[in-house]
């Protein structure tokens, strides 16, 4: 039982601990452990940006709240009126935007979405939303090394 609960702490540990640090000048992605980094992921050219005409701007950290293989852009709605709770349910499958997003996507409480290349180029351009399209290797590494709660810390680029 000891055991048990020595590994149960020790995932906790490591779900609260890590990190993904985005380093848009150095052109990858660290996936850290406290200060340590844990793997290098490169970016090849991605960088994170407002696409669609979304005009907010990045977030400097953000939190996974969603971890999807395969997901379509438009997610589900909830709202508590009148201590009601009103849920409207995501429009998939024959949303004109349902290959939007490429594989491994991970959505962000800040509305920062990584995924992998898109699908169809032009509706991922249409979408409004905060974007980090990465190479499909590193999005698939990405998406397998962090957890629902793992905070994504954005570097500001240096300018020119």
Do not use: N
Not at 30 to 58: H, N
Not at 59 to 79: D, H, L, Q, T, Y
Not at 93 to 119: D, I, N, W
């Amino acid at each position: 039982a000891l055991s048990e609960e020595k590994r149960l702490l020790e995932k906790q540990w490591e779900i609260m601990t890590t990190f993904l640090l985005v380093e848009p000048a150095s052109d990858r992605v660290q996936i850290m452990r406290g200060e340590q980094a844990l793997e290098t992921v490169q970016l090849a050219g991605a960088r994170p940006r407002a696409a669609g005409g979304d005009a907010r701007p990045l977030p400097r950290i953000a939190a996974v709240i969603s971890k999807e293989r395969f997901a379509a852009p438009e997610r589900g709605k909830s709202e508590q009126t009148g201590g009601q709770l009103l849920w409207e349910p995501p429009q998939v499958g024959t949303s004109a935007r349902a290959r939007a997003l490429g594989e491994h996507v991970m959505f962000t409480k800040e509305g920062l979405v990584l995924h992998g290349p898109p699908l169809d180029a032009a509706e991922h351009e249409a979408f409004p939303h905060l974007c980090l399209s990465m190479p499909a290797p590193a999005a698939r590494k990405l998406y397998a090394k962090s957890f629902i709660g793992t905070k994504v810390r954005l570097e500001p680029e240096p300018k020119p």
